[in-house]
């Protein structure tokens, strides 16, 4: 079992940053992927960031490649992302993955308010 826990999020004004994180607890030696997904109001789960932690490889399915980074902490347990350039648009609850082989452990998600 992994148990990941998220943080980071808030309400911040357009063109701001922010840095979520996502601390992994129980079996992190197994991790293989760690990935965010965010949730906007009325709009389907959608992929925005994966990194390959044996690799220490990063995917952006989406179009935030420019503006989103993924990074996995010294403690290989931790992965962040930070959001830059923010805009109304990436207003959502983000959420945090763990991939252990096949079983994926997902975290409740912080609130990121992007409004002036």
């Known amino acids: 079992q992994v148990h990941p826990v998220e943080s980071g999020g808030g309400l911040v004004r357009p063109g701001e940053s922010l840095t979520l994180s996502c601390v992994a607890s129980g079996n992190t030696l197994s991790i293989e992927d760690f990935g965010w997904y965010r949730q906007a109001p009325g709009k389907e789960l959608e992929r925005v960031a994966i990194?390959?932690?044996?690799?220490?490889?990063?995917q952006y399915p989406g179009s935030e490649k420019d503006r989103f980074t993924i990074s996995l902490g010294n403690s290989k347990n931790t992965v962040y992302l930070r959001l830059q350039n923010l805009k109304p648009e990436d207003t959502a609850v983000y959420y945090c993955?763990?991939?252990?082989?096949?079983?994926?452990?997902w975290g409740q998600g912080t609130q990121v308010t992007v409004s002036s």
């Open positions: 993955y763990v991939r252990v082989v096949t079983t994926e452990y």
């Open positions: 990194l390959d932690t044996r690799a220490n490889t990063a």
